[in-house]
């Protein structure tokens, strides 16, 4: 099985599934090897992700929750990244900053945007006036005991927050994003209000969080 990085793959996803119309191209002055659709569903070709793992593979990891600026003023914007210095029980020579998105099914605690956390306090308020819900467990067996009851507990919780260290069962995504190739004069651009071609990202899907 072919082990490629994710430039790789971008070109591969816009060629004729099972077609290698070239040995290799060029993005951003970098030449990156095609490959096919198929290859990758056929899972003949592995695509490694920034934890270092093939993308799509679950596995945990230990973070801390900060917050993004804009690249523009510097200011805050509202979303939240982790700062993962862990992987797999293995410390990282250097952190790997990523976006991340909490899966509805979850029972972390940890929030991707100012937005989310506010309706994270909520769904944890609504747990503790649950009869029981604090017998819930991790999938490890551990006991889950984040509690709200009051506005004082919410404060808590969100002084803490940034800064705060996880442990988290995640699984790494990719996705392509921006403007075609080769884009008619007469044919809108999409609205992705991305410059260039492609963007590449790569973000976490936190799965389940487990007690450090």
Known sequence: MKRLNFS???????????????AESTISGV????ITAREVEEGTTTIIGKLGLPLMTAVEIEATIIEDFSIYDNTPTGIYLLRVVRVDGTELKEPVTMSFRVQSSSNATVAESSKALDDRLKVLRDRTLDEGWESTTNPDGT??????????????????????????????????NGQPKNLPKDVAPLSTGLEGHYSRTFSLAVLAERKL
């Open 143 to 176: 006991l889950f005991s984040v509690k709200i009851r009051t506005s004082q507990d919410e404060q808590l919780f969100r002084k803490s927050f940034l800064g705060s260290r996880h442990r988290l069962v995640v699984s790494e995504v990719a996705t392509l």
């Open 8 to 22: 790789a793959l971008l070109l591969g996803m816009c060629a004729i599934p099972g077609i290698v119309v070239a």
């Open 31 to 34: 030449k990156a090897r095609i």
